[in-house]
């Protein structure tokens, strides 16, 4: 049940993030803004996301997760409703950045919530079914967000919003237990986990391999129109494949021992940056472009889950803060991306060579995920916390 709760909630977690970049130019229009002005609430967002995540989430160190977990779904409720109701840019800009700090507390506390609730052999799925959550929003939130908002207004797509987050909400009330976590350690001991190598490998690896997906995926729209010669109307389903693969990658993801993660991983690393290698020449040919958007999205939403519960297991009574310090990790790549990818359009390489370069940096990751395998000297399999009375 409670994988259930924190994948919807993820589920409406992840449609908040990225359901404006389908209304954009409805934002800034309705707001008197041009449309790279209204891009900044998507900056905002991220930047947001990376830094007010992880010192939210070493100031509620103390809090017990259930309530903690309580308390950010009602703020993002607020959030997407104040977001709706905004009136001008700078309301709809503070109410996307509340959102933001919601969301990266959200992700640090739901991983705690998910690996306390099950035993150490379920961990790694608890963490791919709130991973799946995310994945579904690529799949079904972000489109229908932006099919309502095309056709009703921007605003309604945050009430979309709110409405999932408040389900959200009430499943979190109802069906979230209370789970013992270990002491809050104090900012220096938990400053203290980014002292160990295993844990700035792990974090390396997320920029790496995700600014490589990134990169590509930021330019993927254009390029199955120009290069691959798609139609508009058929490179949205182009993009729900994409979706489905990475719903089939966090699902795999859950089939891996926590214990073995650090020998499995480069195996789906190795896959993304070949397949992004290949994007060129995949691009050329429909079949080939279909097959290659999948790949990426499953292979992404396999490493992902992966290296998030690796991280954990390897910080000890820091995990909520290393969980959460992975999530700016993403953010971080979430920026280089598309710059690495806009670097290789004004150089004048095309749009067949961005998935390439973008695949450079995802084998970095491979190197640096190997590395993590040699110096992992024992299984990071955390201490479960046991579900409590009282927390």
């Known amino acids: ?37 209204a891009g ?6 991220a930047v947001s996301v990376a830094v007010g995540g992880p010192v939210l989430t070493v100031f509620t160190g103390r809090i017990s997760r259930r309530t903690l977990l309580i308390s950010v779904m009602a703020l993002a409720f607020v959030a997407a409703v104040a977001s709706a109701l905004a009136d001008d840019y700078t309301l709809l ?54 099919l309502i908002g ?19 909400f009430v499943g979190v009330v109802l069906g979230t237990p209370k789970v013992a976590h270990q002491p809050d350690p104090g900012v220096r001991a938990s400053l203290f986990a980014f002292g160990r190598r295993t844990v700035l490998l792990g974090l390396a690896t997320t920029v790496l391999s995700f600014t490589g997906l990134i990169t590509a995926f930021t330019y993927v729209a254009p390029a199955l129109r120009e290069v691959t010669g798609f139609e508009p109307g058929w490179v949205t389903g182009v ?56 790949v990426l999205g499953a292979s992404a939403f396999t490493a992902g889950p992966l290296v998030h519960t690796y991280l954990m297991g390897q910080a000890g009574s820091a995990a909520g803060l290393v969980a959460s310090v992975n999530i700016s990790a993403f953010n971080v790549a979430a920026a280089l991306g598309p710059m690495l990818g806009g670097v290789v359009l004004t150089s004048g390489l095309g749009l067949q060579w961005v998935g390439t370069v973008g695949g450079v940096a995802s084998i970095l990751g491979v190197a640096v995920a190997l590395v993590v395998g040699r110096v992992t000297v024992r299984p990071a399999v955390p201490t479960p916390a046991p579900l409590a009375a009282h927390v």
């Open 1 to 37: 049940m409670i994988a259930f709760i924190l994948m919807l909630s993820a589920f409406a977690v992840g449609t908040s993030e990225f359901i404006i970049v389908g209304v954009l130019p409805e934002v800034a229009a309705d707001l008197g803004v041009d449309v790279p002005t």
């Open 239 to 294: 993009l729900l494949v994409y979706g489905l693969g990475t719903l089939v990658g966090s699902t795999l993801a859950g089939k891996v021992p926590m214990h073995n993660i650090s020998r499995v991983l480069p195996i789906p690393l190795a896959v993304l940056g070949v397949a992004l290698l290949a994007q060129g020449l995949m691009l050329e040919s429909k079949v080939g472009a279909v097959v290659s958007v999948f």
């Open 93 to 146: 800009m503070v109410a996307r950045m509340v959102g933001a700090l919601a969301q990266g507390l959200f992700f640090a506390v739901a991983s705690q919530i998910a690996i306390a609730a099950v035993p150490p052999e379920k961990q790694t799925a608890a963490i791919a079914k709130v991973v799946n959550g995310v994945a579904l929003s690529t799949i079904l939130g972000i489109p229908l967000g932006t």
């Open 40 to 45: 900044l609430l998507v900056t905002a967002y």
């Open 150 to 168: 095309q056709n009703y207004g921007w605003r309604a797509s945050f009430v979309l919003v709110a409405a999932l987050t408040a389900i959200g």
